[in-house]
């Protein structure tokens, strides 16, 4: 059976300590590994991507493989072929395949039918390749990740729910605040408050997300209303533990779930962060994906 990697879950806690270590050596040495070498990865983009299809096209490349892009609008799909036929095809051609999409049950379908290892780029319910880069990051900062604490404050959305599932396997304690309404669900041992400043008292690092996220424009001002309280700004990052830094898995909007201050001050490391979704996914799709023999 191949290995999947739909919530991050798949990780056990000694797999995701390997997978980290490897990213940083990866980041180290960008061009050291050709574990796809004249191998093929197809990447199924069914929502808009900035970081996610830059640094898996760039990662691929430097491990020596093939990034192949798909488009809805270019795929069998959009005109009624099944996902098992889908994955049928896919696993004779490509040595894995990523979706970025919405719905959770489109990629637990393919996995279902491929016998190729299937990744989530992002879902509705899930973006643990977010999740493993921002744990990475922690990492890099403080050198170790067992007995650190994240708080999220925000929508308890799927980046909130994938650091919180995957920071527990790494020791990471996670404390999510959220308005009623917004609150996170389905995340065994996450912390969850409606109150910022409980969230992030003693916390290493505080985390963002954006407010309006891609399909909730028909609800943009109630959430933005609903949110406000939620802002990273200098106060709220001063109630954090010494030390503590800022995170946004962007896009980024100043004024809104964070200052341009914090985004763009001494105390982010928003921009490490961004990168190391490229190394952390290098390592995953290393750990994912079988060697050629």
């Given at each position: 059976?191949?290995?999947?990697?739909?919530?991050?879950?798949?990780?056990?806690?000694?797999?995701?300590?390997?997978?980290?270590?490897?990213?940083?050596?990866?980041?180290?040495?960008?061009?050291?590994?050709?574990?796809?070498?004249?191998?093929?990865?197809?990447?199924?983009?069914?929502?808009?991507?900035?970081?996610?299809?830059?640094?898996?096209?760039?990662?691929?490349?430097?491990?020596?493989?093939?990034?192949?892009?798909?488009?809805?609008?270019?795929?069998?799909?959009?005109?009624?072929?099944?996902?098992?036929?889908?994955?049928?095809?896919?696993?004779?051609?490509?040595?894995?395949?990523?979706?970025?999409?919405?719905?959770?049950?489109?990629?637990?379908?393919?996995?279902?039918?491929?016998?190729?290892?299937?990744?989530?780029?992002?879902?509705?319910?899930?973006?643990?390749?977010?999740?493993?880069?921002?744990?990475?990051?922690?990492?890099?900062?403080?050198?170790?990740?067992?007995?650190?604490?994240?708080?999220?404050?925000?929508?308890?959305?799927?980046?909130?729910?994938?650091?919180?599932?995957?920071?527990?396997?790494a020791g990471v304690e996670v404390a999510v605040a959220s308005p009623d309404g917004y609150t996170l669900t389905d995340a065994p041992g996450a912390i969850l408050t409606d109150d910022p400043a409980?969230?992030?008292?003693?916390?290493?690092?505080?985390?963002?997300?954006?407010?309006?996220?891609?399909?909730?424009?028909?609800?943009?001002?109630e959430r933005r209303r609903a949110l406000e309280p939620y802002r990273i700004d200098d106060a709220l990052l001063a109630k954090a533990a010494p030390g503590a830094i800022a995170l946004h898995c962007?896009?980024?909007?100043?004024?809104?779930?964070?200052?341009?201050?914090?985004?763009?001050?001494?105390?982010?490391?928003?921009?490490?962060?961004?990168?190391?979704?490229?190394?952390?996914?290098?390592?995953?799709?290393?750990?994912?994906?079988?060697?050629?023999?």
């Amino acid at each position: 059976m191949p290995r999947h990697l739909l919530t991050g879950l798949e990780l056990t806690p000694h797999d995701l300590a390997e997978v980290l270590d490897r990213a940083i050596s990866l980041k180290g040495a960008p061009l050291s590994s050709r574990a796809l070498e004249g191998r093929s990865v197809a990447l199924i983009f069914q929502k808009p991507s900035t970081r996610t299809r830059l640094s898996f096209e760039a990662g691929i490349a430097e491990l020596g493989g093939h990034p192949m892009l798909l488009r809805p609008d270019e795929m069998q799909l959009s005109r009624g072929e099944s996902v098992r036929d889908t994955a049928l095809v896919l696993s004779r051609h490509v040595a894995a395949v990523g979706v970025r999409t919405g719905p959770d049950a489109l990629l637990e379908e393919l996995a279902e039918h491929a016998s190729i290892p299937v990744f989530n780029m992002l879902t509705a319910g899930h973006h643990p390749c977010q999740a493993v880069a921002d744990l990475m990051t922690l990492k890099e900062e403080f050198g170790q990740l067992d007995g650190l604490k994240l708080a999220y404050v925000g929508d308890g959305n799927n980046v909130a729910r994938s650091l919180a599932l995957v920071g527990r396997l790494a020791g990471v304690e996670v404390a999510v605040a959220s308005p009623d309404g917004y609150t996170l669900t389905d995340a065994p041992g996450a912390i969850l408050t409606d109150d910022p400043a409980e969230a992030v008292a003693g916390a290493n690092a505080v985390y963002a997300d954006v407010w309006v996220s891609m399909g909730d424009e028909d609800t943009a001002d109630e959430r933005r209303r609903a949110l406000e309280p939620y802002r990273i700004d200098d106060a709220l990052l001063a109630k954090a533990a010494p030390g503590a830094i800022a995170l946004h898995c962007l896009p980024a909007h100043p004024g809104e779930e964070i200052t341009a201050d914090v985004l763009y001050g001494e105390r982010q490391r928003i921009w490490d962060q961004a990168e190391n979704r490229r190394h952390a996914q290098k390592a995953l799709l290393e750990w994912l994906i079988p060697a050629a023999g």
